[in-house]
């Protein structure tokens, strides 16, 4: 027999594809939990409401995304070398869980995401513009307001991830590591 914690698993996992497939209008709480493989009342045990369930599967695949690519910057290292770092791994995160990432691109800016559910996961994202304005105190990239320069970071890895999803066969170091300097490019001086 499943666990509590099991069973919400298996709820955010049945929900993050239903999602993804057919949107938050298209996906009923039933057809999550059939899905699931558990009972409907299990699904609201757990989440009181679908906004409820929705803004928990934004939180926990944003927070997945963190842990996976949580990287320090490392002084001893050239800013280059910290940014592609870290580029590549958002990249290959997105690349290896693409059900999470379109999740994440699609809903990031819906109705259904809660401002605070939205300000919880963004001040994660604080070290991310710390380690942009590393960048522009040391003179190696422009200045830009940080929301700008979030909106190119995130730009640069969705088309990448997607040329690859189009192109799996393109997928190899050499043209990833091409598309890093085309986002290199854009934001050094």
Known sequence: MLNLN??????????????????????STAEIAKTAG?????????FKTKQELINSLYLNTKEKMLLAVNEDYNAKKPFKINIKTL????????????????????FHSSPYITSLTKEQIETRFDDLIKFYKKGMECSEIKMVNDEMMLDYFWGTIFSTVNHFNKHPERLNEKNINFAFELFWDGISK
């Open 6 to 27: 099991e069973k919400k698993r298996q709820i955010l996992d049945a929900a993050l594809q239903l999602f993804v497939e057919n949107g938050f209008h298209g996906t």
């Open 38 to 46: 558990v009972a409907t009342g299990t699904l609201f045990h757990h």
């Open 87 to 106: 580029w590549l791994k958002f990249s290959y995160f997105a690349i290896e869980n693409s059900d999470m990432f379109q999740f994440i691109l699609i």
